[in-house]
């Protein structure tokens, strides 16, 4: 009889050690701040940014390529699948802080008790979701036709925020086109997205124009573009002077546009008329 229980205990050890290990899922760190609570997979976090908040964490990848991340830059290729919900919390827990130094009690005010989490949601996936996300797929295709004739694009309605005070630019631009015969063209819509792309960052006005026409002759390769830009600015109609009848109007001109004076009194003739 002893001997038979050895057998079974060797048995039952060995068994033990031969079995496989069931996956287990990492523990989540969770904080919480006056209602916000913040769950962060550790999985997420390496063993040197544990701890750290994302922000911290996704600044360091930015710095350690030696990229520029200011307000009207694109980060998205330094951010991973899920985090911009972790931005969003870190976001709302110090917008939280901000509306208590403004003496704002949202505990008892029920039309402020979720103002932080709506506010960093508006600006992490709405207002500012152009530095967050790539940019819109822009299907080209081949000037099959040859055509090589002026086209405008527009009024393509415009929503953005200047960067020294965050108050909204709301507006309209223009596009103008001379393609070649080589030229790509791309889908009427895709003027739109990749404007409200780069729009929907902090800007200033004078650079978002410059960026949107860099961008347009990498894509298509035009004889000439043009943009101009018609805008309501809040930072001066909201605040200091609050003169609400000023606007900022702008344009860039590249290729023939610069160039050609008949080809830009065209195109500036034909948006009068709109």
Sequence with gaps: MPTKKIVIKAAAKLATKSAPKLATKPASKVSSTKGIVKTVPVKAVSKEDAGLPLSVVIRRRIEAQKARFHANDNIAAFIKP??????????????????????????????????????????????????????????????????????????????????????????????????SKESALIGLSKYSRLTEWVMCRPQIQEEAVVELADMLEKKIKPIGVAIVMDADHFCMQWRGVK????????????????????????????????
């Design 82 to 179: 899920g985090e911009l919900d972790g931005l969003v919390d870190e976001v709302a827990e110090k917008m939280q802080a901000v509306l208590e130094s403004l003496v704002i009690d949202t505990e008892s005010d029920h039309n402020t008790q979720n103002t932080s989490r709506r506010v960093a949601k508006m600006f992490v996936k709405e207002v500012f979701n152009g530095r967050y996300i790539e940019q819109p797929t822009l299907t080209k295709f081949p000037n099959v036709s040859r055509l090589n004739e002026l086209m405008i694009i527009g009024p393509i309605t415009v929503r953005s925020a200047c960067s020294h005070h965050l108050c909204p630019i709301m507006g309209r631009i223009w596009i103008g086109v001379l393609p």
């Design 243 to 274: 003169d609400r009848d000023s606007k900022m109007v702008n344009s860039v001109m590249r290729g023939a546009f610069l160039k050609d004076s008949n080809l830009r009194r065209e195109f500036l003739s034909l948006l009068e008329k709109r």
